[in-house]
Nanobody, 116 residues
């Protein structure tokens, strides 16, 4: 089982950039898929991007071309580089680790706020 620690949120202006990090501890961390979800006030949590243990990526249409997900197997850290941020990207962002047996682990969440 893994544990997740997120960092990197903050307040930026429209058009700015942020990079979120998600450190996964545990001996099986590299075998998990990593996903970034977000939840805005009054809305459901939605999948933003994911990367499998083999490096296959997925992006929601709303962030394609602006966000990049990656992972560093050497330090068990996943990243979400967010460029060209918009006010509608404002949300709490959560890191998720999905095991091959279907078990989900969640990070504590980090606030991203984009001012107009």
């Amino acid at each position: 089982q893994v544990q997740l620690v997120e960092s990197g949120g903050g307040l930026v202006q429209t058009g700015g950039s942020l990079r979120l990090s998600c450190y996964a501890s545990g001996s099986t961390a590299s075998s998990h898929a990593i996903g970034w979800y977000r939840q805005a006030p009054g809305k459901q949590r939605e999948l933003v991007a994911s990367i499998s243990s083999f490096g296959v990526t997925y992006y929601a249409d709303s962030v394609k071309g602006r966000f990049t997900i990656s992972r560093n197997y050497a330090n068990n850290t996943g990243y979400l580089q967010m460029n060209s941020l918009k006010p509608e990207d404002t949300a709490v962002y959560y890191c998720n680790a999905h095991s091959r047996t279907g078990y989900d682990t969640w990070g504590q969440g980090t606030q991203v706020s984009v001012s107009s």
